[in-house]
């Protein structure tokens, strides 16, 4: 099978294609024939040196999502050879990760993809969705309460804005250029904005981009977490009641839940650009300058 790995940590061109054996699964792991995968923020930290984002040995395969179809499963798992799943599926210590052709894959971290969209779609959900539920679930709001959630035009925030106005939330979307502002509305936001320093004042920030900069954007008493892996500025911590990291866990019971969502219309999923696995060095380059409406989407 192909995969794509890291041969060291550096700028995208330590991305190569190599050739690897299909993976042996365990007792408790299906086989998954990988369709698509993503790129995610923590792909791009785990490759750059200097992050805490480290491997335990190279060659690396990076990637957390995984969008595909099970080839073979333990008998008793639930799953049958030719169901459509998606899973989170982090680099595991082996050095194997989601930008491989096949992956072994606990069968319990398997969910059932959403059947209203195409694999490619569905790669997009796992850890975006996963983020953004357990920000969400962490800061828990009351009805009165205003959101503000940055890098709302992007994959995490986007699901965030979502998830909030589903769940009667005033969600408010910060994002890096005006002309985004419309695409945050669309997704239910009450509010967008692109100017930091006009937005006003917020009970609870949800940080996917980046605020430490402006601590005026918490109400002294608010909330905040972010998904920064930077040091929370004093400045922001004093106004902040709580003022947290939010590191995403595994839940597949959940990831059920938030794929039947988007099969029922009230979870859109975004691409925002698509590459094959060759050229997986070009779609990190585009990563790495931002300003994405989504998700760029790996197919295998």
């Not at 002294?220 to 400045?235: H, N, R, Y």
């Not at 794929?259 to 925002?272: I, K, N, Q, S, Y």
Request: aromatic share 4%; proline share 8%; net charge negative.
């Amino acid at each position: 099978m192909k995969t794509a790995a890291i041969t060291t940590y550096g700028d995208p061109d330590v991305l190569t294609i190599i050739d690897a054996l299909i993976p042996e699964p365990g007792p408790s792991e299906a086989l998954v024939a990988v369709v698509a995968s993503t790129i995610n923020p923590v792909d791009v930290k785990t490759r750059t040196p200097g992050t805490p984002q480290q491997v335990c040995r190279f060659p690396a395969v990076l990637g957390w999502d995984v969008a595909g179809i099970v080839i073979t499963a333990p008998a008793g798992s639930g799953w049958t050879p030719g169901d459509r799943v998606i899973a989170m599926h982090p680099p595991q210590p082996d050095s194997t990760g989601s930008w491989q052709q096949y992956a072994a894959i606990p069968a319990g971290a398997l969910a059932p993809a959403p059947e209203t969209v195409d694999l490619k779609t569905a790669a997009t959900l796992p850890l975006a969705a996963l983020t953004a539920d357990q920000a969400l679930t962490r800061l828990d709001l009351g009805d009165d309460e205003q959101l503000l959630v940055t890098g709302a035009a992007g994959a995490v925030g986007g699901i965030a804005v979502q998830l909030a106005a589903h769940a009667g939330i005033r969600a408010a979307g910060l994002v890096s250029r005006p002309e985004h502002e419309a695409a945050v509305l669309d997704l239910g936001a009450a509010s967008a904005h692109s100017n930091p320093v006009s937005a006003g004042e917020f009970d609870a920030i949800f940080d996917t981009a980046g605020v430490f900069d402006h601590p005026h954007l918490l109400r002294e008493g608010g909330k905040l977490v972010t998904v920064s892996d930077d040091t929370i500025p004093d400045a922001l911590e004093q106004r902040a009641t709580s003022a947290e990291h939010n590191y995403v866990r595994h839940g597949p019971q959940r990831l059920r839940e938030l794929a039947a969502l988007v099969d029922e219309g009230r979870l859109t999923l975004r691409v925002a650009e698509q590459y094959p696995l060759a050229s997986i060095t070009q779609a990190n380059r585009r990563a790495e300058t931002g300003g994405l409406l989504g998700k760029i989407v790996i197919t295998m």
